[in-house]
Structure formats: structure tokens, C-alpha cells
């Protein structure tokens, strides 16, 4: 059981008061009827299913119910780091340490 | 006592004797005993029988790696576990034990003639033997498999035992309390970190249980052991847990320990839970978990009788007891020869030591020699022999690699040892790598990936000096690492017995390998030929060669077989072990029972019941109950004499004849308010609402953003900014989590506020033709005439004293009015209009006739009539869209192709031929019934009930354009026959023109 660290309580809790929430950083077009076919199956159905570091979402269900987003690197199942809904991408070098 | 237990030896209490039955026949052991250990010093070795084989088996190890000696025990009704280690289970007054897999009895068993079939049961023989025919399926494999699949027997009872859980925080966790997990315990604990000491045995001490004559610091072991523990346990901030098993190691140092609490006790207090499940959150983990002892792999190695070296040691040193008079030695490692010197000075007779090097240290052959023990060197071991015992051991000279001329050696016990395992079980499941130790021949820890220290045998240290100074170093690096200053102590220790040996793979033979049973996997009954068989059928890689052998597939998860079956496999693949590696060692590390994982969370306290305020009425009126989602709701009211069909055809008669009252609480409600609710409203829903004004209501449909539909209810707009949104029952949770995440991520701009009032508001729901004259005379504040509140208006009033909001709305197809009244006030209101509903001979109707009388007038159940692949067209919903809306959640998926493409199921109505038939709920549904099998099913029925106003069956379907097809002839293949039933585009099966509802 992973300890998620949410941005809003901020306090690591453990997973149970959290639900996963897919891939973050897809945000809903503003118009989608300019979407052609494809471009709407890709914002429904296409995500990026990394090995390694990915960028999601959580939501601290059972705490203070906010929506979040978080950096896991998926192999080790770890979570490198928390922030807002309404915060910009983190720089992955800065967290893996790795400035590659 | 007899002959094999000796007096004054061991830990165990020899004033204290204990009575307890094993296969009904009782038996005495002492307190402290094990099962294993009680019945080897009554002399008993037969303890089981084989998985596959169902061969004869005794004990072969004295821990919980225990493949062989697996019981059934048994403590009164409701008490009752199978495959019990008899090596962990301590004896208490009165256990009942008994052996599994065996009939009738443990020394005769019919099913040993699979010993004979052996070729029948080879590597693969899941994959091999059950496939064909076809037919065979049914009436011969799978009852055959489902006989023989599983060892020991399910307990029948309810288990009558509670269990508890706890959560701790710790700055060091130990596991293992042998030398290496105590010295860590003390080196951490003398710092003032918080430690927890756990150990899977009943006493802490690891190896010095059976090592007696070592001596650390200028003390015997046990001395030592004594003060150790005595200093430990005056630490305050050290906490040791014996008969605490580390089954899983998690994410972030969370450690999972099963604590047996009172299955070693006679008499248990009352009420005391069995077993604990902890979940212990450590800033630092020591893993302390030893080494455990591998059996050499040779033809009849499973004899009853044949044990491992420590096991034996561990029996005479621990227990007092010798597991034989005569045993025979079988080794490649040091360690087994002092097995056999202890057991020399305790009186056995040790007929020979075989040891399979070519040169050992000379001390060993000359300690040998003067205790009067044959030693034999560069031997190999080929066979035994003994039917329910061994009697004998088949020893041949090795001669250019090969096994030569044979001697046959008496004995009554054969104590083998093949080297040593590190036990990296726990550090497994952190992921952490193992490397091959190429001198030591064992896998090694490797990379870490948590914040893990791994002390003493497990890293390949197999002396009990080594151990202590390693755990010391550990425990003392641990403490530092949370920030405290730690000193690892130093012991000085003598007499210790540092050992060396060698792995091999199975040992070579003279006779035809084909025919050898040469056991890698003892419980699953997997032979060194198996590997091999599996290897040249093509089997690559280890995890595959495991599967289709089942080697380490046992519920020892592979503690005694896993290496050497990959030395095995390695040697078969010409590669070297860690090129075909390891397979994956999985939680839990031993067995753990249901009811430890459970914990609290039994009965009620398992799942929630939710039940309204009206449910207490329900129950006192003789309500029959259905679950629906979590909650518990009033399914009919059966009168004294009724089954559910006359029940529910009279509650569908008195809710259109006079009026029915129905209790709506469980619908999901949600507050939408706010500044931006309307828009908020508009986005979300299918439907517009913009225009819909203060006091209306409207049926509200929602999409997943993939345009199919996820939810419907009834919308009450309150006032400018606020909206009383229903859902489906069981959909209640989700939607305000779909409505949170749009609101949050997508239009944080949006000033709207939700909140989850479904348990805020009881809901009454009166239906039927005088549901107004019933209800008018208990409303202030609010004209119900049909003209001032017609069909779908809502407003804020009184309604019998309580503030209420007042729906007129319909899912009968009748007049009908929901009235919302606070939670606290539900019953009080439904008690009144029932009192005054008598004159309208009232009838209180449940959840069945509310889905008749919605299935009457065609209404869906989202979750029943729709499965998630329906979008509004499909289900003909397409009214309730705003065509004008720019845009909604779903909008955009509803003109993707394949959403308006033909050939889409759709929801229409069926009617069967014969109007007594009541189609089943779920049948599936063809064109042409005369189509050879497997037929095209083009759709399935959702709904079906008979309609006691229709006087027949009713149902609707989900159909291949189903719309086109009204009128069509379709066909419903059951077991009895095949129904035929016409389709009707139209649901609505009863009052189209729906007069009724507007009165
Ligand atoms: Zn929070």
C-alpha cells in the first residue's frame, strides 16, 4: 500500500483514501464538434500507457476529494511527485535525477 | 514416553505432558512439542500423502517450508483448518489432528495406484491428458480434476473464530529472531529507535534453538538466548513477537505480519481472536530470515523416514527427540556432519555418512571415525527402500563420473542435505534483484529498492559468529539511518560450526533415470525427470518450465524446490543458472488463513447495509428484501398465503386501481447550486435546461464523454441557481464523481457546488389514480390541483407538518406524487398517509411492482435495460437531447461512425407468442432457430414480467435494429425449447397516450 502525498491535504495518507483517475494532462477540446473522427478517438480512447514514468491522475476520494495529479514511475510503482490540478507539468529530469 | 524421546533434552517441558489425537488415536506429547515433533517421538513418520502420487510421506523439514506433513486440525464446530504444518502447529490439550489426502486410511490409500500411472501424471499432464475428447469434459475430466485438485479438505462451517487487525509505525522492523535478527534487535534497540522483532516460531532463537553448544560471549547458547531476550524485552521501545509471521512486503517499508494468537492455547479467553493481520509501516526494514537447508535429489528421497539434516538436529537438540536410532547421513554440505555428531552423543547410532565430495575437511572423517561413524566420500545415493519407513539406503562409488557397483546400508532414518538456500522471499517482493554467487552457489540479494538492510544467512553467512556480527552491523546502520547513533556490539563466540559444501543438480545414478523417482517438489510430486521432460518439449524459460511441471507451485511456494529445480533446469538447457534465472516469489510467504486478511471485516461489518428510515416499517409489515447496490430494499409484501407472483399482481392491481405507496428513499439525490448550475447543468446533461423554469422538472439523461449512457433521473429545478438532481440507486456515487471531475479538471471557472444529499431526504412516492386526493388534505402551502401543479412540477411546501419538496412525478405510468420530507421525519410521514391512505385501501408495494408497473409503461433501467454499449439512440432516447445545445459530455462520440451505423442493438419490445410464457431475464435471442450451432445471437432480453393489467407477458430486448424489425418473428432457444415472440418497436406496452399519469 503506497503512501500518496496529497497536494491539497498536504500529507502523505495512505493509498486507500484514493482513487486512480487515468492519465493526467488531457484536457476536454474546447469545441469538440471541430474534432475530426480520429482526433476525437484519440482524446477518448489513446493514452500514452508508459513504461516508466507517467503522468496521472488521483483523487484523494476519501480525504478532501480533490482531484490531483501525480508523476508515478510505473516500473518500481513509485511515485516521484504530487501537484494540483491546475499546476503545470513537472520536469521529469528534476525528479528521476537523470538530466538526460 | 518411548524410546525416542530423551529425557532432559530440548526446550520442551517434560513435567508438562499433552493429550491430543491424530487420526483419531491418541497420543502424548510435551508442552512445547509440535505436532511433528509429538508424533516422531511416538514414533510415528507416516503423516501424509502425496498431491499427485499419493505417496506415503513423512516430515521432512522442523519449519514452516514444510512440504509433506499437512493436516487437517480441528478445535469443536466451526473450528476447523486443513493443511496445518504439523511442523509450526504447537500441541495443546486436546488438538484433533488428521492427515489429508488419503482413503480410506493413511497406511492403505486407493489412490497410491496413481504411483503406478506415473507416466499418466508426467511433466504437462494438465496440458496433456484432459484434451480430448471434447465430450470428456463434463462427465469425466473436470470431475476427476475437481475430485483430486487440492489438498486437505474446505471447512464446511461458518468459521466460528474472530480475527483482529492493527496498523503500527515502527523506526526498525526485524524479521527473524535468530542470531542475526537479535543481534540487529539489540543493536537498534540499545539506540532508543522503536523496533519490532517478529518470528514465525513459537520461541524466538532461530538456529541457537538447535545449536545448544555454541557459546556467545563466554555463555552457553540458551544462556545468551535467555539474557538476549530478557534485555530485550526490558527495552521499552522494543516490542518481540513470536508465532508472527512477515507474509508480504510492500510498498514504502509496509510489511504485512500474521500473528497466531491463540491456536497454541487449550483453552483460549473468551471471545479472543485468533490471529491478527499487522500492518506495520517501518522507516527501516532488517530481513534476518536465515537460510533454509535443501534435500538432495535422488530415487526414493521421499520416503518416510528421509528428512533434512537440520530438521533432524532440530527434532533431537530442540525437542528432545531423536527421529532415529540407526540414521543414515546423505550430504554434499558440512552442516549435515554435525547433525550426525549430535545425534551420535545423544545415544543414536548413525550407521554411515555419505558425503557426495570427493575430500572434506579431515577434522569431519576424524571426528567420525572416533564417534564410530563410516564415512564414505565421493558417493552417490540411488534408491531407498522401506514401504512406510525406510529400511534401507542404495549407496554406489562414484567411478569416472558414473555411479558404480551398489551397497545396500540399513537404516531407519535417512538425514539428507543438499546446502543452503538464503530465504529472499521478503526481499522478493520488493523487487529487489538477486545476484548468482558463483563461489557460493546461491543467489545473493542484489540491487535494493526500499529501505532494506539483509542480514546473516541470507546473504550467504553461514556461521552463527558471522550472523550475529552481521546483524549487529544491520541493526546498529538501521538506526542510524533514522537518526539516532547506534553501536553494532560485538559478541565473541566459540565453538561454532562454520560449514562449507557444494550444489548439485539430482545425484547420478546406475539405473535407468526414466524410471527414477527423484523428488524436487515434494508436496506437488515433481521429479528431476519432469524438469527435464518439460525442458526437451520445448519449455525455455523457468517461469515456463515451473508451470508445466508445477515445480514450486505448492503451497510451500517453492521454499525447498525452487533451486534445485533450476539446477536442474539450468543443466538441461546447457546455461548457466542465473542465465535462466529465478522465478518470482509472490506474497504470502507461508499460508495465511481468510480470516486473517479479513480481520474486522466479517458479517455486517464486511459490507454495509444501507437502509432507509422507511425500512423498519418494511420489516415489521413482513417485507420480503432485495439488495440493490448497498442498500436493503423492500422487494413485495407477501399476505399470509402469497408467493412473490400473487404478492406483486396484487400491488400491481392496487397501485392502478386506487393508489400505491412506494418508498423511494434510496434514489440518489444531488444539490447542483450555484451561479453557473444552470450551465453547469447544460454541459453535463443531454438535456436543456435553460429554459426549463423555477418549479418544473425534466428527465435528465447522462453520457459518458463516449456518448453511451451512464445514468437518467428526474431533475427539479428549485430556484435560478439551484437543482435537485436524482439518480439511479446503485449509480448514486458515481455521477457525483463524474460531475466532480468535470467540475474541478474541465471548468474550474464554473461557481457550482455539489453535494451528495441522497441520505439528507426520505422519499415517499404515492401512486395510483386518487394519490391526490390522498395527499391534499396533509399540503400547505401549495395547490396540487391538476391545473396548478400539473405533470413533472416541484415546489417547496409543507406536507403533514414537515418541510417537504413536493415532486409530481411518475414511474408507474399513474398520478403520482414523490414527496422529499428530511431524513429523520421519513417514517413518520409514511405512517401518516398510511393511516389515511386506509380509506383508499392504500397498498404498500416494493421494488418488483415498481419494475412492473415501469416495464408496463416502457420505461428503462439504466444498469438493466442498458449495459453500458447503448447511446441515447439506441435505447430511444433521442427526445430527451437538446438539439440545439452546442455542446454536452457525449455529444461529440453520438456522430462518430460507428455510432450511427446500422446494425446497432436497440431497444424495443417483445412480446411473446404464447402470453403465459415470461421470458428469463438475460436469454439470448436469434433469427432463424433452425441454424446450425453455434447460432448468430443478434440481442437478449433485458426486461421480463408478467403484466397483471395486460394480463400477460411483457419484455423488452436489446435487438440488432431491432426498430426495423417490428412485427418480426423472433426466436428465444431455451433448454426447454425455443420460445417464439414478436417484436414491438414501441415499449410503451401500456396507456401510449399516457392519460393516466396526466389526471
Ligand atoms: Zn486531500
Given amino acids: 500500500m503506497l503512501l500518496i502525498h496529497c497536494p491539497y491535504c498536504e500529507q502523505d495518507l495512505p493509498e486507500l483514501e484514493f482513487a486512480y483517475a487515468g492519465e493526467a494532462h488531457i484536457a476536454r477540446p474546447a469545441d469538440p464538434s471541430k474534432l475530426t473522427d480520429e482526433e476525437w478517438r484519440d482524446f477518448l480512447f489513446i493514452r500514452t500507457n508508459p513504461k516508466g514514468v507517467h503522468f496521472e491522475r488521483w483523487r484523494h476520494v476519501n480525504g478532501c476529494a480533490r482531484f490531483f495529479n501525480a508523476v508515478r514511475e510505473t516500473v518500481g510503482d513509485k511515485f516521484l511527485a504530487t501537484y494540483r490540478a491546475d499546476e503545470p507539468r513537472p520536469d521529469i529530469s528534476s525528479l528521476t535525477g537523470d538530466a538526460k | 514416553m518411548t524410546s525416542y524421546r530423551l529425557q532432559g533434552r530440548g526446550r520442551v517441558d517434560h513435567g508438562k505432558p499433552v493429550n491430543f489425537t491424530f487420526d483419531g488415536k491418541t497420543y502424548q506429547g510435551l508442552a512445547g512439542d509440535t505436532l511433528a515433533s509429538a508424533l516422531l517421538a511416538n514414533g510415528v513418520h507416516l503423516m501424509g500423502r502425496s498431491f499427485k502420487y499419493h505417496r506415503p510421506r513423512g516430515v521432512v523439514s522442523a519449519g514452516s517450508d514444510e512440504p509433506n506433513a499437512l493436516m487437517g486440525t480441528r478445535r469443536g464446530p466451526g473450528r476447523f483448518e486443513p493443511n496445518t504444518r504439523a511442523t509450526i502447529q504447537e500441541i495443546r490439550e486436546g488438538l484433533e489432528a488428521a492427515s489429508q489426502n488419503r482413503w480410506p486410511s493413511l497406511a492403505f490409500d486407493m489412490g497410491a495406484i496413481n504411483d503406478n500411472l506415473g507416466s499418466l501424471f508426467s511433466a504437462g499432464f494438465y496440458y496433456k491428458t484432459f484434451m480430448w475428447p471434447r465430450a470428456f469434459w463434463d462427465r469425466v475430466y473436470e470431475p476427476v480434476i475437481r475430485n483430486a485438485a487440492g489438498l486437505g479438505v474446505s471447512p464446511t462451517e461458518p468459521d466460528a473464530d474472530s480475527y483482529a487487525s492493527r496498523f503500527a509505525h515502527v523506526d526498525v522492523l526485524v524479521v527473524g529472531a535468530g542470531p542475526a535478527g537479535l543481534a540487529a534487535a539489540l543493536a537498534a534497540g540499545r539506540s532508543g529507535a522503536s523496533v519490532m522483532l517478529v518470528d514465525e516460531n513459537a520461541e524466538v532463537g532461530g538456529t541457537l534453538l538447535s545449536e545448544p553448544t555454541v557459546v556467545i560471549d563466554g555463555q552457553p547458547a540458551w544462556d545468551w538466548l535467555a539474557a ?418 400473487a404478492a406483486v399482481g396484487r400491488e400491481c392491481r392496487g397501485a392502478r386501481a386506487s393508489v400505491g405507496i412506494f418508498d423511494a428513499s434510496t434514489l440518489g439525490k444531488i444539490e447542483v447550486v450555484g451561479p453557473d448550475a444552470v450551465t453547469f447543468m447544460e454541459r453535463m446533461y443531454t438535456n436543456p435546461w435553460a429554459k426549463l423554469g423555477v418549479g418544473r422538472c425534466r428527465y435528465g439523461l447522462l453520457l459518458g464523454e463516449d456518448g453511451f449512457i451512464r445514468d437518467d433521473g428526474v431533475i427539479g429545478r428549485i430556484a435560478e441557481d439551484r437543482f435537485h438532481v436524482t439518480t439511479t440507486t446503485g449509480g448514486a456515487a458515481r455521477v457525483l464523481n463524474m460531475m466532480e471531475d468535470y467540475l474541478q479538471t474541465e471548468w474550474p471557472d464554473l461557481k457550482v457546488w455539489l453535494t451528495s444529499t441522497t441520505e439528507q431526504w426520505a422519499v415517499v412516492a404515492l401512486q395510483g389514480p386518487n394519490a391526490r386526493k390522498l395527499l391534499e388534505p396533509f399540503v400547505e402551502g401549495l395547490d396540487i390541483s391538476a391545473e396548478a401543479f400539473p405533470h413533472m412540477a416541484v415546489a417547496e411546501c409543507t406536507v403533514a407538518g414537515f418541510p417537504a419538496r413536493l415532486f409530481r412525478v411518475s414511474f408507474t405510468g399513474e398520478l403520482g406524487f414523490e414527496v422529499n420530507v428530511p431524513a429523520r421525519h421519513g417514517r413518520a410521514l409514511w405512517e401518516t398517509l398510511w393511516q389515511a391512505g386506509q380509506q383508499y385501501d392504500i397498498c404498500p408495494y416494493g421494488t418488483e411492482t415498481m419494475h412492473v408497473l415501469r416495464a408496463e409503461k416502457g420505461y428503462i433501467i439504466v444498469g438493466q435495460d442498458t449495459d453500458g454499449t447503448l447511446t441515447p439512440g439506441d435505447a430511444g432516447l433521442t427526445w430527451a437531447i437538446g438539439k440545439a445545445k452546442p455542446d454536452f459530455v457525449g455529444k461529440r462520440s453520438l456522430t462518430r461512425p460507428d455510432m450511427v451505423a446500422k446494425g446497432r442493438k436497440q431497444l424495443v419490445g417483445l412480446l411473446t407468442e404464447d402470453p403465459k410464457v415470461v421470458l428469463q431475464e438475460g436469454a439470448q435471442i436469434v433469427a432463424d432457430p433452425a441454424q446450425p450451432k453455434p447460432m448468430t445471437m443478434i440481442g437478449h432480453v433485458t426486461s421480463s414480467y408478467w403484466s397483471d393489467a395486460l394480463g400477460r407477458s411483457i419484455a423488452m430486448a436489446v435487438v440488432v435494429d431491432g426498430r426495423e424489425r417490428d412485427g418480426q418473428t423472433l426466436h428465444i432457444p431455451m433448454p426447454g425449447g425455443t420460445i417464439t415472440a414478436k417484436v414491438v418497436k414501441s415499449t410503451a406496452f401500456l396507456d401510449p397516450e399516457n392519460r393516466r399519469l396526466s389526471a
Fill in chain 2, 228 to 645: 538476549t531476550v530478557a534485555e530485550l524485552d526490558g527495552l521499552a521501545n522494543v516490542q518481540v513477537m513470536p508465532r508472527t509471521t512477515a507474509i508480504g512486503y510492500y510498498h514504502q517499508n509496509l510489511v504485512g505480519l500474521a500473528q497466531r494468537l491463540t491456536d497454541h492455547l487449550a483453552a483460549p479467553p473468551e471471545g479472543a481472536p485468533r490471529e491478527r493481520m499487522w500492518k506495520v509501516r517501518a522507516k527501516e526494514v532488517v530481513l534476518a530470515q536465515g537460510a533454509l537447508e535443501k534435500p538432495l535429489v535422488f530415487d526414493g528421497n521421499d520416503r518416510p523416514g528421509v528428512m533434512l539434516a537440520s530438521a533432524a538436529q532440530t527434532y533431537l537438540n530442540r525437542y528432545g527427540v531423536k527421529v532415529g536410532d540407526r540414521p543414515a547421513i546423505v550430504t554434499a554440505h558440512d552442516s549435515a556432519w554435525h547433525a550426525a555428531f549430535d545425534l551420535a552423543g545423544a545415544g543414536a547410532k548413525p550407521v554411515v555418512i555419505v558425503d557426495m565430495r570427493a575430500s572434506v575437511d579431515p577434522a569431519l572423517t576424524d571426528r567420525a571415525h572416533a564417534l564410530g561413524i563410516e564415512a564414505l566420500l565421493g558417493r552417490t545415493v540411488t534408491g531407498t527402500a522401506g514401504r512406510l519407513r525406510v529400511t534401507s539406503l542404495r549407496v554406489n562409488r562414484m567411478e569416472g563420473g558414473k555411479a558404480g557397483e551398489p551397497r545396500d546400508i540399513g537404516c531407519d532414518a535417512v538425514l539428507m542435505c543438499g546446502g543452503w538456500t538464503p530465504c529472499l522471499h521478503l526481499f522478493s517482493h520488493t523487487q529487489g534483484k538477486l545476484a548468482w554467487d558463483e563461489a557460493l552457489q546461491v543467489y545473493l540479494p542484489g540491487r535494493k529498492t526500499e529501505a532494506v538492510q539483509i542480514a546473516g544467512a541470507g546473504r550467504g553467512l553461514w556461521s552463527i559468529a558471522a550472523s550475529l556480527g552481521d546483524g549487529a552491523n544491520a541493526g546498529a546502520a538501521a538506526a542510524r539511518d533514522v537518526g539516532l547513533e547506534a553501536e553494532a556490539p560485538v559478541f565473541g563466540v566459540a565453538a561454532d560450526r562454520t560449514g562449507s559444501g557444494i550444489t548439485l543438480k539430482e545425484l547420478p545414478t546406475d539405473r535407468d533415470p526414466a524410471k527414477a523417482k527423484a523428488f524436487i517438489d515434494f508436496q506437488n510430486d515433481v521429479t528431476a525427470k519432469d524438469i527435464r521432460l518439460a525442458v526437451r518439449e520445448g519449455m525455455r524459460s523457468i517461469e515456463h518450465v515451473k508451470r508445466y511441471t508445477t515445480n514450486g507451485m505448492a503451497t510451500d511456494q517453492g521454499k525447498m524446490s525452487n533451486i534445485n529445480g533450476l539446477m536442474i533446469a539450468s543443466d538441461a538447457l546447457g546455461k548457466a543458472p542465473p542465465q535462466v534465472g529465478l522465478t518470482t516469489f509472490r506474497p504470502p510467504y507461508s499460508p495465511t488463513t481468510f480470516g486473517t486478511f479479513a480481520g474486522y471485516h466479517q458479517d455486517a461489518t464486511f459490507e454495509v447495509t444501507r437502509k432507509t428510515p422507511i425500512d423498519p416499517w418494511a420489516e415489521a409489515n413482513g417485507a420480503v428484501f432485495e439488495p440493490v447496490a448497498l442498500w436493503r430494499r423492500a422487494w413485495f409484501f407477501p399476505k399470509p398465503g402469497e408467493d412473490m407472483h
